[in-house]
């Protein structure tokens, strides 16, 4: 069974880099969407973008500006980069996809990692 | 963006009650509807897609119905595990938009 689990740090300050990374463990990151998908405390989900292993990719316009997501096929890994963190920022960011075969759509998240709090503070 | 709105907010139930909670779409989705249970300090997981397709290992207990802007997740007889809060979520284009959440409680 495909596993996924988020890494990076749990704190950045106001202004810089938040740098997360999926690793995808017993099963191949080819030929599936890759997303990242986060809730802030308390809060709702809100969809951030997804990445195809051939690198291809979509990104919610809200937050486009300031995400880049990336793959690492030799590694079985996906990135997300979000420049000029805010506390707005602040919340659990998860790694998600749609890995079923009965899918309909590529949104249709089945497979999650556990999640990682990422804090905005100084 | 398409805006999800759910209804009620939160609920308190009870073991064995029926429960039915309400997501509605700002414009039509078609049957692009998805239904997340989510329990503290975990990840959401999927329990209905394309509005009433049970996800494998969901109970049948758990139901989903609608289409077009309405649809509906009902409970038929709450269960201890049961109590947590859903989500919906449409898929008909990007970037798919989540409902704020009710929270089921006892």
């Known amino acids: 069974q495909v596993q996924l689990q988020e890494s990076g740090p749990g704190l950045v300050k106001p202004s810089e880099t938040l740098s997360l990374t999926c690793t995808v463990s017993g099963g191949s990151i080819s030929n599936y969407y890759w997303s990242w998908i986060r809730q802030p405390p308390g809060k709702g989900l809100e969809w951030i973008g997804h990445i195809y292993d051939s690198g291809s990719t979509n990104y919610n316009a809200s937050l486009k500006s300031r995400v880049t997501i990336s793959v690492d096929t030799s590694k079985d890994q996906f990135s997300l980069t979000l420049r000029s963190v805010t506390a707005a920022d602040t919340a659990v960011y998860y790694c998600?996809?749609?890995?079923?075969?009965?899918?309909?759509?590529?949104?249709?998240?089945?497979?999650w990692g556990q999640g990682i709090l990422v804090t905005v503070s100084s | 963006d398409i805006q999800m709105t759910q209804s009620p907010s939160s609920l308190s139930a009870s073991v064995g009650d029926r429960v039915t909670i309400t997501c509605r779409a700002s414009q039509t989705i078609s049957t692009y509807l998805n239904w997340y249970q989510q329990k503290p300090g975990k990840a959401p997981k999927l329990l209905i897609y394309?509005?009433?397709d049970l996800q494998s290992g969901v109970p049948s207990r758990f139901s989903g119905g609608g289409s077009g802007t309405d649809f509906t997740l009902t409970i038929r007889s709450l269960q201890p595990e049961d109590f947590a809060t859903y989500f919906c979520?449409?898929?008909?284009?990007?970037?798919?938009?989540f409902g704020q959440g009710t929270r089921v409680e006892i």
């Open positions: 394309g509005v009433s």
């Open positions: 979520q449409h898929t008909y284009n990007t970037p798919p938009t």
């Open positions: 998600a996809s749609a890995l079923f075969p009965r899918r309909i759509t590529v949104f249709d998240f089945d497979s």
